[in-house]
């Protein structure tokens, strides 16, 4: 909790200030989307489009068994591993079998379902289409390497240890802003290494333990994206 103090002082006339007034600015609250995804199954969820009809953004969740047998921490750090690449399967199954990479006629590249809609991991429908459609040409060809370069844009937004520290479950997401940035698009066509890429959230060094602690940690810019 924070404090702002605002001083209020009349003028010239001999009056004496009067006492500060105190406003209370309250500190970041739990980011809601993080709770109501742990009851959502893995795969992709949350398709977002813009006013336009374009996709904006969307989430990957994975859940993956944590194996204590080399001890908490390196389980932990495997699991970490293991759900991130279950993420990208995820993504990669769904784009293959339901989207489209389309350019636009101002070279901007984005993603357009196949048909009139398509779901996602909770049976939800999800349409996108861009109201320049006429505009916009179909990369049949760059298909296999946008959808790779879409992987690279591809940001974590919450890991969590949970239970009884049996489980990791990881929560990524890609959004129109990543999958346009050079670092996405421009490496997978060229077949070069992304410049830079958004860090993935460090773990904090510790003992190793029987069991791994319950924990969470969110990127909270990442959060904002989603917005």
């Not at 769904?94 to 398509?118: D, M, P, R, Y």
């Not at 916009?136 to 296999?144: C, G, P, Q």
């Not at 390497?145 to 489980?167: C, F, M, N, P, R």
Request: charged share 25%; aromatic share 4%; hydrophobic share 35%.
């Amino acid at each position: 909790m924070f404090i702002l103090v605002v001083a209020s002082v009349f003028g010239s006339g001999g009056l004496a200030a009067q006492e500060p007034a105190k406003v209370q600015l309250e500190g970041p609250k739990s980011p809601d989307l993080i709770a109501e995804l742990s009851n959502e199954p893995d795969g992709v969820l949350r398709i977002k489009t813009n006013d336009d009809g374009s996709f904006k953004s969307l989430v990957v969740k994975a859940s993956v068994e944590i194996e204590d047998a080399l001890g908490a921490q390196k389980g932990k750090q495997l699991a970490r591993k293991e759900a991130e690449i279950e993420c990208k399967k995820y993504l990669t199954q769904w784009l293959n079998e339901n989207c489209v990479f389309v350019e636009a006629s101002n070279k901007a590249v984005t993603i357009q379902t196949k048909g009139e809609s398509a779901k996602d991991a909770a049976g939800n429908t999800v349409k996108f289409r861009s109201q320049q459609e006429q505009e916009s040409k179909v990369l049949t060809e760059s298909h296999t390497s946008l959808a790779q370069g879409a992987l690279k844009g591809l940001s974590v937004v919450s890991q969590e240890v949970i239970g009884d520290g049996t489980e990791s479950v990881l929560i990524m997401a890609l959004t129109q802003k990543s999958l346009a940035q050079s670092n996405a698009v421009n490496a997978a066509l060229t077949g070069r290494p992304a410049d830079s890429e958004r860090p993935s959230l460090t773990k904090s060094p510790g003992a190793d333990n029987d069991r791994p602690a319950p924990e969470s940690k969110v990127d909270r810019d990442a959060l904002n994206d989603l917005k």
